[in-house]
């Protein structure tokens, strides 16, 4: 049997600081007033998984993937985000858990949030 | 139960709600086809679209609901749905059942919307678009599952190609039979997401993959370098179709509306009737469809490249500069446009969601160098500048018309920075923006919205720009004196029309303009250039009773001198002065009527007039004392 784990440390980043290709869950909307609401409208709700997928050629606004649509966000409003992004020490891409998008979205394996780690790149064998 | 549900004969009013980019205004055409009645809500900018359908006998009334993605509104323009719901604005009964239209892609998303419109507790539908892209991008989802757990009926359609419809049309007929449901989502956010998840689980959703076309299309089309190429190259081409390619229909329907008054000329007698008929009403009718071939154009390749999805990317692409000025993505192209014509730039702001946006965007594009300022530029360089002068390499001439072409827009994105910060600040609201799925653009929802700005431009900013231009007409030409019959025609002209009423009022205007060095002729030519800004040259033309605009016009404006002075009438200052004048003044009243219908208020074509003069006069005024202390 292969190895493969996901880490979900308790840590929290800006959904602006997250890596085009890289996945993570919502974990709270900083802003209040109106700006969260529409945040909450668009379908940014605690626990939403979401991924980044690239920014505009003058770097900001970024497009992110969610709930079946592609929204773009400025970093201003994105900052406003929270997300706990996913690292894994993947071993074996047969059980990715999102196997659904992996086909169409080869970067998002090699996109991983880059971690000081010895193994942490993926090779497909071991670990 | 309802009224209607006692008469099934009584028109049922139906209103559909959705999401912006749910498919829900092809649905719309889909269902009524063009026989939509437009018009504006009160007291806001958005747009009210209503059709009536036949339903399998019964007669039927459909509410196109402002696209939301809430019943919690943040802005008034955004409370229209929730007004209208609630029966709040007048002439607007409210709908007594709601079709709510989701894309099958992202219903995930669209739960929300969805939760919070079964909670108004009246019949509902659910229609479901792009059911054909779901099964392509290897998504499923079980309608009949979804209906058993949402409590109503779910229609799944395919809005362009009519796949679908017939079905809905029978399940629209009969409202009071809908099924609804038990227990009502939950109101609270925190719960929401965890009913949200339960419907998707009962329904046996299969997410979508992502669209491997978008994908792929999209490592191009937003790529740093290749993307950027494209994007300027997309805009060159809008550039180039409505400042170049409408020319030539410009110019046919120029010479038609020429032959048309001639040959009016010939028919009726010489008179009042004739001048008329050939010089009010024909060229009045000229002016008004002088402006199909650019908006016609403009909006043939704005849709175009809406339905299939690159102009959210170019939003996206060009976004960061437009922050700068305060403005965002989507009002590049209406102000891009605005460089070959104000009138079509102004309506293309409609694909700028954001009311302030949108009005800020309406309030600077008369400041970008439209392509009837040239002929007076073209007329005033040629006249007094001098051919020969060069700084370096350069000639003068087009030193100084470059120089004109730069500082109105300088000058646009200053206003336009200056109105986000004080006037109209921003309404703390998230920019927002989805990037469809590239999909092969519907041919007959491509013509309908093209054909539905043309007419919405003859109908509504249309009647008023004939009626101004009429107006126009009457203070050149009344009060009628005869001529002494000594004199030449064009003496006669411009005998006759210093007598008139414009006449006076360019004298009666004539010490407010003196500060500037303007006389009473340039008066007169300002007044007339409301109609549009390149009648200044013809009006010229005629207070200075010219054969020709051209060659015999530029020596009598040279040789002008003021009888009380002796000096010349056009020196460099005034020179300078006028053209400067030119930069900034809204002397178009094509684009006051188009500001008038798109903000639905004369409260904006008169700020957008009133401060343009201000910027005007006193550009003007630096201009000439400029001018008089380096010469």
């Known amino acids: ?127 | 139960m309802s009224t209607a549900a006692a008469t099934p004969s009584a028109p049922v009013r139906l209103g559909l709600i959705g999401s912006p980019n749910s498919g829900k205004t092809t649905l719309f055409n889909a269902l009524t086809g063009l026989r939509a009645k437009v018009g504006n809500y009160p007291g806001v900018t958005v747009e009210r679209r209503e059709g009536s359908l036949n339903l399998n006998g019964r007669d039927a009334q459909l509410i196109d609901l402002p696209g939301t993605y809430s019943l919690d509104p943040i802005s008034p323009d955004e409370a229209v749905v929730t007004r209208v719901l609630a029966g709040e604005i007048d002439g607007v009964a409210s709908p007594e059942a709601l079709v709510l239209v989701a894309d099958a892609c992202s219903l995930e998303r669209s739960l929300l919307l969805i939760a919070q419109v079964l909670g108004e507790d009246r019949p509902t539908c659910l229609v479901l678009t792009m059911m054909d892209e779901l099964a392509a991008r290897s998504g499923s989802l079980d309608t009949g599952r979804l209906e058993a757990a949402l409590g109503i009926p779910v229609v799944p359609v395919v809005g362009h190609k009519g796949l679908g419809v017939r079905q809905l049309r029978t399940l629209l007929a009969n409202p009071e039979n809908w099924s609804r449901p038990q227990i009502l989502p939950p109101r609270d956010r925190s719960e929401q997401a965890g009913w949200i998840d339960s419907v998707m689980a009962a329904c046996e959703a299969e997410r979508p993959h992502a669209h491997t076309i978008t994908e792929r299309i999209d490592s191009i089309v937003v790529h740093p370098i290749l993307g950027s190429m494209l994007f300027l190259a997309v805009m060159l081409t809008f550039f180039q179709l409505i400042f170049a390619w409408a020319t030539p229909a410009m110019d046919w329907i120029d010479g038609a509306v020429g032959t048309a008054a001639e040959i009016t000329r010939g028919l009726v007698p010489p008179g009042l009737l004739a001048d008329f008929l050939a010089d009010g009403l024909i060229v009045g009718v000229g002016s008004v469809i002088i402006f199909l071939p650019q908006i016609v154009l403009l909006f043939s390749l704005l849709y175009l490249l809406e339905d299939v999805g690159y102009m959210a990317r170019a939003a996206f692409v060009v976004d960061r500069a437009m922050a700068r000025i305060g403005l965002e993505g989507r009002a590049f192209v209406a102000l891009l446009s605005s460089f070959a014509c104000a009138v079509p730039g102004i309506m293309a702001t409609r694909t700028v969601p954001s009311p302030r946006d949108r009005i800020v965007t309406i309030l600077v594009a008369p400041l970008m160098t439209c392509s009837a300022r040239l002929p007076v530029y073209a007329l005033l360089i040629a006249a007094f500048v001098p051919q020969k002068s060069t700084l370096g390499p350069f000639g003068m001439q087009g030193l100084v018309l470059f120089a004109l072409y730069i500082v109105a827009p300088l000058a646009a994105m200053t206003v336009a920075a200056i109105l986000r910060r004080t006037l109209l600040p921003g309404e703390g609201m998230p920019f927002t923006l989805e990037l469809p799925s590239y999909r092969v653009p519907g041919l007959r929802l491509w013509l309908s919205q093209v054909w539905g700005s043309a007419w919405a431009f003859l109908r509504r900013a249309g009647t008023i720009i004939l009626l101004a231009s009429m107006v126009l007409w009457v203070l050149l030409t009344f009060p009628r004196s005869e001529a002494p019959a000594n004199l030449a025609p064009e003496q006669a002209a411009a005998y006759s029309l210093e007598r008139s009423a414009a006449g006076r009022i360019g004298k009666a205007i004539e010490p407010a303009i003196a500060p500037l060095g303007f006389d009473w002729k340039i008066g007169v030519g300002l007044l007339a250039s409301l109609a549009a800004r390149e009648v200044f040259v013809s009006t010229l033309a005629q207070v200075y009773a010219s054969e020709d605009p051209d060659a015999s016009l530029r020596a009598a404006i040279r040789a002008d001198t003021n009888p009380a002075t002796g000096e010349k009438v056009f020196s460099a200052p005034t020179v300078a002065a006028l053209l400067t004048f030119f930069v900034f003044a809204l002397q178009c009243t094509s684009t006051i009527a188009t500001i008038a219908r798109e903000t639905n208020s004369w409260r904006w074509p008169a700020f957008a007039f009133g401060y343009m003069l201000v910027l005007a006069y006193g550009g003007a005024l630096l201009a000439r004392h400029i001018t008089l202390a380096l010469t």
Not at chain 1, 50 to 58: D, F, G, K, T, V
Not at chain 1, 82 to 100: G, M, N, S
């Open chain 1, 1 to 127: 049997m292969k190895s493969d784990f996901n880490i979900n440390l308790e840590m929290t980043v800006s959904l602006h600081e997250m890596i085009p290709g890289e996945r993570g869950k919502v974990a709270e909307i900083l802003a209040e007033g109106p700006v969260g609401r529409r945040l909450m409208d668009l379908g940014l709700l605690p626990g939403t998984p979401i991924q980044a997928l690239r920014a505009s050629p003058l770097g900001d606004p970024t497009v992110y993937e969610l709930r079946g649509y592609r929204l773009c966000l400025r970093n201003e409003d994105a900052a406003q985000v929270l997300v706990r992004p996913e690292i894994r020490f993947q071993a074996d891409a047969t059980t990715d858990p999102y196997p659904a998008d992996s086909a169409a979205t080869p970067d998002a394996k090699t996109g991983l949030r880059s971690v000081p780690s010895p193994g942490a790149k993926a090779d497909g064998n071991s670990v």
